[in-house]
């Protein structure tokens, strides 16, 4: 490999720059958007460099690929539904380490002849095996998500056995490729990982795919990271290592916000005892109403709280809601939209559907700062939202979500829940406030439901 | 410095600059950080582009090609996705916001 001349260093060190930019916009409202262009112009430049000092062959090929993978990316991009974002960050994370972990191989299969120095040999071992466990975990955390397979944790017995092995397997191969270089070797830890990837998010129940999600960005981030030392690229290594650091770093701010531990979501099911609720239907009684009844409830209220959840979106009812509560703010009520920072099926993952719809951001309000106006609140509306509302949460110890914080419904006057039918939320866990005097349900698809109180409303 | 040093060095120090450039994040935005940070790590394409560039035989000109397409996917997808829901927080922003924190 020819050596890098310094102005496409220096040009390096610009995308490198552009990548810092691009995270410190991200972290701010006004500033985000700008963030992202930055971070996706140093993207470009940086390979825009590599063509013109590196004296590459194949470079038609090559083009022809990048244009297929754009074409491939922004198509799926700009296709799909917002309620759809996460399996497609979770599909787009793993295919950047799948890839990884091929530029790895290559490269190992390429340098065993020149004997290359330990730690590199050790870096493209954690290359290939970390890759590869972010692309098969990634694709079985899309499969969770886009409902191909269940949510539920799958446990079988023995998995700790097999996890264990298997980690221990990738150990001693990574040490061979260190020791005694062979792609075959590589190959085997590949495939090791892979296995590890799966059996890593198997044990994941649907509610904490998320932080997987998140913590397996952080992986391929340091995955590419170990790539970046491999080839002796600077752009790579600050970039993947950015990524890493700053995916660790929100991984656990999110399982905060969940009232977890990282190792608890990861390993929690392996414990057992942690399948509270059967995942089906309910035949307790409850109490459930018409539209004209609830309209007269929320008509006459003088506070009332909005609980959006995934549901919300899945009838793409978010436009309805906000004239439902538009409505209401005309009758003179306060509205306000208490967010669960794990609303939706990813953390922050509501307000993107909420601002797709319009809603205006000074009324959504984080659970913090909520939490203590439900008392004095006549109605919470819960819209398509179950396990954020869930009292399990702080009265069954053993139950999956058990500490997680959550919206505190269950102070209010009254609650109504919109609902589609008696089935439990994500987590699989039974619901006691839906069967809480206080509380009415309109069973139909929440678009149906919103429509007809809209118009009861307007009819009061 | 030996230059396995000077790696470890720009190493370390991006880890604190990972973490320091985002600590203040609010969660409202933690989906679209989280798939900005995965557009990013699509820099990876680099690497694909280099090993494929030097490719010998036609068995790692294949490999190195799918490893290209992969991490241009992650690369352009992510920073499109992204854009696309920053573009919601954006648009008709009524008088000044308010932001948390």
């Known amino acids: ?460 | 410095m030996s230059e396995p040093v000077v790696w470890l060095t720009i190493f370390v120090l991006s880890v604190f600059v990972g973490v320091e450039v985002i600590s203040k994040v609010s969660s409202t935005l933690h989906t679209p950080l989280m798939s900005g940070a995965n557009a990013i790590h699509g820099i990876i394409l680099l690497g694909a582009i280099l090993v494929t560039g030097y490719a010998t035989t036609t068995a790692q000109l294949v490999v190195g090609l799918v490893a290209v397409v992969l991490a241009t996917v992650n690369m352009v997808g992510g920073f499109v996705v992204t854009d696309r829901m920053l573009q919601m927080f954006t648009r008709k922003r009524p008088a000044p916001e308010k932001v948390k924190q």
């Not at chain 1, 944790?153 to 001693?172: D, E, H, K, N, T």
């Not at chain 1, 799966?198 to 170990?226: E, M």
């Not at chain 1, 509560?325 to 559907?353: C, F, K, Q, S, W």
């Open chain 1, 1 to 460: 490999m020819s050596a890098t001349p310094v102005w496409a260093q220096v040009a390096y060190l610009v995308a490198a720059v552009c990548f810092i930019l691009a995270l410190k916009g991200l972290s701010s409202p006004r500033t985000a958007r700008a963030g992202n262009l930055v971070g996706a112009f140093g993207a470009v430049l940086a390979c825009v460099v590599v063509f013109l000092y590196a004296g590459l062959d194949h470079v038609v090929a090559i083009l022809v690929a990048i244009v297929l993978g754009t074409a491939v990316g922004a198509v799926g991009a700009r296709r799909v539904q917002m309620t759809q974002m996460p399996q497609l960050v979770a599909l787009f994370n793993g295919v950047g380490g799948g890839a990884a972990a091929l530029v790895a191989l290559l490269e190992l299969g390429d340098t065993i002849g020149t004997r290359p120095a330990a730690f590199t040999l050790a870096a493209t071992a954690f290359t290939i095996l970390v890759g590869s466990v972010s692309f098969a975990g990634s694709l079985v955390t899309f499969a969770k998500l886009q409902e191909l397979m269940t949510s539920r944790p799958v446990v079988f017995p023995g998995l700790p056995v097999v996890f264990g092995l298997s980690i221990a397997a990738a150990l001693v191969l990574s040490v061979l490729t260190v020791t005694g270089p062979a792609l075959w070797i590589g190959v085997v830890l590949a495939l090791v990982g892979l296995l590890l990837g799966v059996l890593l998010v198997l044990p994941v129940g649907g509610a904490d795919v998320p932080i997987v999600i998140s913590l397996l960005n952080a992986f391929t981030g340091l995955t590419v990271a170990a790539g970046g030392y491999v080839l002796g690229n600077a752009v790579l290594l600050v970039a993947g290592t950015l990524v890493g650091a700053s995916g660790t770093f929100l991984t656990k701010l999110m399982a905060a916000a969940m009232g977890r531990s990282v190792v608890n979501i990861l390993f929690g099911a392996l414990k057992g005892g942690s399948t509270l609720g059967a995942g089906v239907a309910s035949d307790r009684p409850v109490r459930s109403a018409h539209p004209e009844d609830v309209a007269i409830l929320l008509g006459y209220a003088h506070k009332v709280i909005i609980v959006p959840g995934y549901g919300l979106a899945v009838a793409q009812a978010q436009h309805t809601l906000r004239e439902l509560v538009d409505e209401l703010t005309e009758r003179g009520i306060a509205v306000d939209y208490a967010i669960h920072p794990v609303a939706g099926r990813m953390p922050g993952h509501m307000n993107v559907l909420l601002a797709e719809a319009q809603v205006p951001y000074e009324q959504l309000v984080e659970m913090d700062d909520i939490n203590s106006q439900f008392k004095q609140t006549d109605v919470v509306l819960v819209v398509g939202a179950n396990d954020v509302v869930n009292p399990a949460a702080k009265t069954t110890p053993g139950a999956p979500i058990y500490g997680m914080p959550i919206l505190n419904a269950d102070e209010a006057q009254q609650i109504v829940f919109l609902k589609r039918s008696m089935r439990p939320g994500f987590a699989g866990i039974e619901n006691e406030l839906l069967f809480d005097p206080k509380t009415t349900l309109l069973f139909g698809d929440a678009k149906d439901s919103l429509g007809k109180l809209l118009s009861a409303v307007k009819g009061l």
